[in-house]
Each structure stands twice: as structure tokens, then as C-alpha cells.
């Protein structure tokens, strides 16, 4: 069963920083594609950035590019994202999701996932 669970969300001033953590779990950790999506109340939910597990190749959505980074460490099974900068918004809720790898511009997008985590509460402060 692949299972999906993140952490590392909570309270952050606007300007600070948060690292998100994303520990997967039943799948082949080289063979997917894990990204980080995103959603604030009233909002669709949107692609923040995506990993491929097996070289490390990654994507960013152009309003984090600079700030963010995501990483892996396939030892552990696991998909950081590190956000800088944080601008003041409205609390949103950071999902971690996966599915086989493909092109990755192509699938890294809410739609382009099958699997999800229940996702992680960043609110940023002003």
C-alpha cells in the first residue's frame, strides 16, 4: 500500500523559512515521481514542485522558483521541500503526492497524481 505522510508544517513569520518532510512508503522509491502541491481555502490546488526519484530532476512552478528547493534521500525514502522567503498569505495546506514516473513537466500537476498524503497546515504570518 502506498502510504504518503508529511510533517514540518506550521506557524511561520512572512520572510521565514520551513522545511516540509514527505516519508513514502510502499513503492519503489526510483521508480516514481513525488511532488509537493499545494491548496488555500476557496482555491483549486496547485503544483508547487515535483522530484524524480530516480535521478533527482526536478520542477518548480514559477512563482516559488529561487525560494524553494525539494530534495530526496532515496536511503530514507523520504522528499524534502525547503521553502525561503515565504510571502504573507492565507493559510494553505502542503500535500506530498506520487505516481510513476514520466515527464515530469508533463505530470506534475494535481491530475498527473494518483497517490496523496493528507497534506500539512502552513500558515505564514504577516
Known amino acids: 500500500e502506498v502510504q504518503l505522510v508529511e510533517s514540518g508544517g506550521g506557524l511561520v513569520q512572512a520572510g521565514g523559512s520551513l522545511r516540509l518532510s514527505c516519508a513514502a512508503s510502499?513503492?519503489?522509491?526510483?521508480?516514481?515521481?513525488i511532488g509537493w502541491f499545494r491548496q488555500a481555502p476557496g482555491k483549486e490546488r496547485e503544483e508547487v514542485s515535483c522530484i524524480s526519484g530516480s535521478d533527482g530532476n526536478s520542477y518548480y512552478t514559477d512563482s516559488v522558483k529561487g525560494r524553494f528547493t525539494i530534495s530526496s534521500d532515496s536511503a530514507k525514502n523520504t522528499v524534502y521541500l525547503q521553502m525561503n522567503s515565504l510571502p504573507p498569505a492565507v493559510p494553505a495546506v502542503y500535500y506530498c503526492?506520487?505516481?510513476?514516473?514520466?515527464?515530469?513537466?508533463?505530470?506534475?500537476?494535481?491530475?498527473?497524481?494518483?497517490?496523496w498524503g493528507h497534506g500539512t497546515l502552513v500558515p505564514v504570518s504577516s
Open positions: 510502499g513503492f519503489t522509491f526510483d521508480d516514481y515521481l
Open positions: 503526492a506520487a505516481d510513476f514516473l514520466g515527464p515530469i513537466a508533463t505530470l506534475c500537476f494535481p491530475g498527473g497524481m494518483a497517490y
